[in-house]
């Protein structure tokens, strides 16, 4: 297997296209993560990364099994420190950000195992590459990252991927303050908070582009002395966002109801929770954090958010749900 492996390893590095293109479509093979080839690609990955990556902008079929070898490889974080510097982070931003990219998704994917290490993390936020005319007029490609996932939502700026993934990336970089600060600060060329840009997921059909953008509004309520601008409605206004997907059909007292948000009134019979207990959580986890300021616990106090949280408790199952419910309710009596 060894002697097979290292001679499809030299024809990835050949000069000609239709050669690299055939040991790709061999290579991704042996990349199926658990397995025996798998361990035994790893040991070689210092080898076969810039190779795959030359290939991701050949044919079509060429393309999509050498994104899917990366996106393997990369499953193991020892490989995702091959892909920590800002040309090989510029070259994956651009396969996703390259109109009618047929691995722009992929490449999403491969995005999203890489930001699980901190050295990928620190280069994506200060990363230039020079602006794309149809996503941003911006050259960072964090701007770019954003508005494409944005805009590109159920295929409308390429008809071949959803971005979904880049949540992910985005829950992931906002681990870090740095990460938290840009999504809460305006951006240079467009006055915008990009935080503003993607909670409106928040209720999203597509798991994975919910899921990423509930991470990353619990992420950025870690920031304290954000908290204000975070709950203001002429600012941020964050939190019908986090309460919408905790809300159910319940009718409410006049008087509870219309000090709410605006957007969590009068949702009808047909609303419905959020129905995955570890998003719910999630969601709670960040009017808990919210909590830990007095700005914070005032602000939910005001827009009767403890009733929202009642009728929510009458028909949690979830344990850690519940105790999460029941840690905010302590925090606003």
């Known amino acids: 297997m060894e ?6 390893i030299d024809f990835l590095a050949s000069p000609r296209s239709d050669v690299r293109q055939m040991a790709a479509g061999y290579v991704v093979g042996f990349s199926q993560p658990g397995t025996e080839s798998f361990d035994l690609l790893r040991s070689k990955a210092e080898k076969i990364v810039r190779p795959l990556l030359v290939v991701c902008h050949e044919t079509p079929l060429a393309a999509n099994s050498a994104a899917t070898t990366l996106v393997n490889l990369t499953s193991d974080a020892s490989v995702c420190r091959l892909f920590a510097d800002e040309d090989t982070l510029a070259m994956i931003v651009g396969l996703i950000t390259l109109p009618n990219s047929i691995i722009a998704d992929p490449a999403c994917m491969l995005l999203s195992n890489l ?5 990928v993390c620190r280069i994506l936020a200060s990363l230039s590459i020079g602006e794309i005319p149809g996503i941003c007029n911006s050259p960072m490609a964090m701007d770019q ?23 992910s990336v985005f829950a992931d970089m906002t681990n870090y303050s740095f990460g938290r600060r840009y999504f809460l600060e305006r951006t240079t060329y467009d006055g915008k908070l990009p935080i503003t840009k ?15 953008v509930d991470s ?19 600012e941020t206004n964050m939190l019908p966002y986090i309460l919408l997907p905790l809300c159910g059909p319940e009718e ?12 969590v009134q009068l949702l009808g019979e047909e609303k419905r929770r959020e129905r995955d207990p570890k998003l719910r959580a999630c969601l709670l986890e960040a009017l808990n954090l919210l909590c830990t300021t007095y700005f914070g616990r005032q602000t939910l ?22 105790d999460l419910n029941e840690r905010a309710v302590q925090l606003l009596m």
Not at 152 to 158: F, L, Q, W
Not at 253 to 261: G, H, K, N
Not at 312 to 318: G, S
Request: aromatic share 8%; hydrophobic share 35%; proline share 5%.
């Open 145 to 167: 990252l954003t508005d494409v996932f944005v805009k590109g939502m159920d295929k409308k700026y390429n008809r071949h991927a959803k971005f979904s993934f880049l949540a």
């Open 3 to 8: 002697e097979q492996l290292n001679e499809l």
């Open 198 to 212: 993607i909670m409106v997921f928040s209720e999203y059909p597509d798991l994975i582009r919910r899921g990423g």
């Open 216 to 234: 990353t509004m619990k992420n950025v309520c870690f920031e304290k002395d954000k908290h204000r601008d975070i709950l203001d409605p002429e």
């Open 301 to 322: 106090r005001q827009k009767m958010v403890y009733p929202i949280l009642r009728e929510m408790h009458k028909v949690e199952t979830d344990e850690a749900c519940l």
């Open 115 to 119: 930001t699980k290490i901190d050295p």
């Open 252 to 263: 409410y007292d006049i008087d509870e109801m219309e000090a709410m948000p605006e957007e």
